[in-house]
């Protein structure tokens, strides 16, 4: 990570990915026993996470300044108003992973978002 920052000065971010799958689709429960830190205190360059964080994850990844942000892909997926249940959190709408990839709407298109009833 050092020797990036002396060849890429201009590289304006770092984006890594923290495993937090067990094994297939599982996620792992309880404490991860690996983290992005090493990689974190090795660069000046801001860090954006990714890895299956659940909001209290990503707030308290932030607060102990193991990352810059936090970035989310699958909840983003199920949740096209991610932001907004981020912000009042509010639950999150699970994703089905089967429908990762695949060719028609299903899984992409046709997540609901939270209605006013729904917020926390």
Known sequence: MKELDKRVPGLAY????????????????GPIDHSLDPFRKATSRP?????GFKRAQAVEAIE???????????????????????????????????T???????????YSFLKDNEQN
């Open 100 to 110: 990762f990839y695949s060719f028609g709407t299903e899984g992409y298109i046709d």
């Open 47 to 51: 860090l954006l996470a990714a890895g």
């Open 64 to 98: 102990k300044g193991h990352a810059d942000a936090i970035v989310f892909g699958r909840y983003f997926i199920s949740n096209p108003d991610l932001p907004k249940r981020l912000a009042l959190d509010a639950p999150l709408t699970k994703y089905n992973r089967d």
């Open 14 to 29: 770092i984006h890594m990915v923290e495993p937090r799958l067990a094994g297939g689709n599982a996620e792992v429960q």
